[in-house]
Each structure stands twice: as C-alpha cells, then as structure tokens.
C-alpha cells in the first residue's frame, strides 16, 4: 500500500486512532498500518504467519478440549500456559488493529470486534488461574462458548492470506480449506456443548462408513481421469508453441533468402513483435481476442509476400498457418467454469461426510488428510487445465526457450 492509497482510505474511510500520536510516531504506524493490509517484508511476512498459525494452533486447542475435556481442566497449569500464549499473540494483533482500523470503515470495525471477542476466552481463563474470577462462575458460561467461536470467524476471515505470505503451492492453497472445515468441525462441538446435545453423534457412523467408501472411490477415479486429460493438454500446449515457434523461424529465414526480393515490394513483417504479444499471451498480459488480431495481421502481410512464390504455399498453409492456429486455439479450450463448481461443492461435501463419519482426534486427522489429496488435486487439474494464465503458476505449461 502506497502513500497515495493512505491518503485515499483517510479521505474514504476517515481517520485511524494513531493518528492522535504526535507527529514522531504517525510515520512508524502508517508503516503497520500498510504492512498489516500488504505485507512486504521480511517481518511481516513472519509476523501474519505467526498470527496464522496462533489462530490455527488455538482452533486445534478447542477441539482437543472439547473432545477430551480431563486434559485441560479450566484452571490447571496446561490450560493456563496455553491460554496466556494465545492472550499474548491475539492482544498484540488486536492492538495494532485497533491502532490501525479506520473509523468509518464499518466493516473493519465488525471484524475487530470479532476479534476482540476472540481475546476474551484466553483473559478469562487466565484470570480464572491467577484468582481474579471464580472458575465455577465461568466454567459452564455460554456466552464463553460463543466468545470461542469469534477464532472460527477469525480463522475463516484469514485462512486464505498464507498464499499472500508464503506464495502459491498445493498446501497454500488448499489450506484455506482445511481451515474452513476444522472451523465447522469446532464449530458444531461448540454448538453442541453449548446446547448439551452431540449434533456429531446424531448421524449412523457405519452406515457413513460406507458411503465415505464408495463416494470417495468414485471421486477420486473421476480426478484420475480428469488429472490425465489435462496433464495430456499441459504437454500438448508445450508441444504446440514450440512447432509454431519453429515453423516462424523457418518461414523468417526465408522472408530474408528466398523471398527478401519480393518482400521488400510488401508491407513489412514484423516477426518480433509478434514473438513479444505470444510472450505476453501466454501471462495474460494479452487477450485471445488481441493475439488472434495480431496473428491474422501478420499472416496477411506474409500471404502478400507468399503469393509471388506458389512454391512457398505448402509450407505457409499447411505449416505455419495450422501450427499456430492449433496453439493458439488449444490454450483456451479448457473444462467449464461449472465443472469446477461442481467440483468443489462435491469435494466440500465429501469432507463434511468424512467429518461426521470419523470424530475424535483420529478422524481430524483423517479428515485433513483427505482435504490434502483430494482438494489438492482438484487445485492441480485446475491449474494444468488453465495452462497459460498467471493467477496460479505452479503447473502452467512448460514455454520453452524461442
């Protein structure tokens, strides 16, 4: 975030608190107010993982205690250096959020107090352990439970920014799904605490068994067909731009052997230029619409050199022209949008069946694993099917060297 985009949230969004600091201060927390919304170094970079993986690690936290409550009693020792870790982390962000929220930013102020309410659990049980509250007046509190469920918002709201942080590959990106699920798995043993009532043990697990079985098999030979189909195109499209490639180098040598006579009479061919819009073609830098323009505005002034030697009409026609056509026209042949949709809404259900049918610290595990594999995969047809774009790199199609 620039200056210029600190000046435009001020005038949109008005001021933030660290504004009323003196002047000597105002420069450091424009840095983290910047910092906070764009990370860009180093620090930061490690701080947003930090917080990342506090919320992760106190998300986990719950489970575990809500699945095996003798393991962190509310005032024993564990549970108390657990909670002050996650009071200390969470109330340093909260800080420097509050700090850094703009006033009239109304949506940014819900979600601070989110995470304010997210803090409050940790600072109870903490002062339940030191004696500045009773515990047996907070031990069975609502309102406690529903303060907890404030670090599923928190997780939900920033388990996509590890891609900003880290980059892009499979576990970034599927990691915001892993998120997701863990909350909802937190989420429904909350709710059910909270209502003395295991929303989870309501289903027939072996009869889920089953059907996670043999849903899971259809799946995931469905993903190996589909993995296979757009692995073929990946190499295709390498293939395809490097035999256009090669074929314009050979038709330009002889632009400038056995037809530089005659094109020097024509309009001049600027194999270059059109080298340099593939190039930006295959990052999105360039639509289809403005390669194909291009591509036919030099294949017309190559047909009018062309034309004074018939001879030259095989390798123009049936290689040049087919070549590049073939390429181009492959790299935006791909799966429809509602292909994917339908994908991921069958994956996410799979993974809420999953959770009903395995509980316990055991079918987490299994659950997140599964996610792994199967939402990975999902990610990387995706990606191969999309071979030329630049959202997501990691498995475009090799371009190889002009």
């Known amino acids: 975030m620039s200056d210029t985009d600190l000046v435009t949230r001020r005038a949109r969004y008005g001021f933030a608190l660290y504004e009323l600091l003196p002047n000597a201060w105002r420069g450091r927390w424009a840095w983290v107010e910047r910092e906070l919304r764009d990370p860009s170094t180093e620090l930061t970079k490690r701080y947003t993982v930090l917080v990342l993986f506090t919320i992760v690690a106190s998300i986990f936290f719950l489970f575990v205690a809500d699945q095996y409550p003798h393991w962190f009693p509310m005032e024993s020792t564990q549970t108390f250096v657990v909670e002050l870790l996650i009071l200390m982390i969470f109330g340093v962000d909260y800080v420097l959020n509050a700090m850094t929220t703009r006033l009239k930013d109304w949506r940014a102020l819900l979600l601070l107090t989110s995470d304010f309410f997210a803090v409050v659990p940790s600072a109870i049980v903490v002062m339940v352990y030191i004696g500045w509250v009773h515990g047996a007046h907070v031990e069975g509190l609502v309102l406690l439970r529903l303060f907890r469920l404030m670090r599923v918002v928190k997780l939900l709201r920033v388990g996509n920014t590890l891609i900003e942080v880290m980059g892009a590959s499979v576990f970034t990106l599927v990691f915001g799904t892993m998120a997701a699920h863990l909350g909802l798995r937190v989420l429904l043993l909350e709710v059910g605490n909270a209502i003395h009532y295991d929303l989870l043990g309501f289903f027939d697990?072996?009869?889920?068994?089953?059907?996670?079985?043999?849903?899971?098999?259809?799946?995931?030979?469905?993903?190996?067909?589909?993995?296979?189909?757009?692995?073929?195109?990946?190499?295709?499209?390498?293939?395809?731009?490097?035999?256009?490639?090669?074929?314009?180098?050979?038709?330009?040598?002889?632009?400038?052997?056995?037809?530089?006579?005659?094109?020097?009479?024509?309009?001049?061919?600027?194999?270059?230029?059109?080298?340099?819009?593939?190039?930006?073609?295959?990052?999105?830098?360039?639509?289809?619409?403005?390669?194909?323009?291009?591509?036919?505005?030099?294949?017309?002034?190559?047909?009018?050199?062309?034309?004074?030697?018939?001879?030259m009409d095989v390798p123009f026609h049936a290689v040049l022209v087919q070549r590049i056509s073939t390429f181009l026209t492959r790299t935006q042949v791909c799966f429809h949008p509602a292909f994917y949709q339908w994908l991921k809404r069958i994956s996410n259900l799979y993974f809420v069946l999953v959770m009903l049918a395995a509980p316990g610290l055991t079918g987490l595990a299994v659950q997140m694993l599964v996610i792994f594999v199967f939402a990975g995969l999902r990610i990387i047809i995706d990606d191969m099917d999309h071979a030329v774009d630049k959202s997501v790199v990691i498995f475009n199609s090799k371009i190889l060297a002009v």
């Open 205 to 311: 697990r072996p009869i889920l068994l089953l059907a996670v079985g043999s849903v899971g098999s259809v799946f995931g030979i469905a993903l190996a067909i589909t993995f296979g189909i757009v692995k073929r195109k990946q190499m295709e499209i390498t293939e395809l731009h490097r035999t256009a490639m090669d074929a314009l180098n050979h038709i330009e040598h002889d632009f400038h052997t056995v037809l530089a006579e005659a094109a020097k009479e024509k309009p001049t061919v600027d194999f270059q230029r059109w080298r340099d819009q593939v190039a930006l073609y295959l990052v999105e830098e360039v639509s289809y619409e403005a390669i194909k323009a291009e591509t036919r505005e030099m294949l017309n002034r190559m047909r009018a050199v062309v034309a004074t030697r018939p001879s």
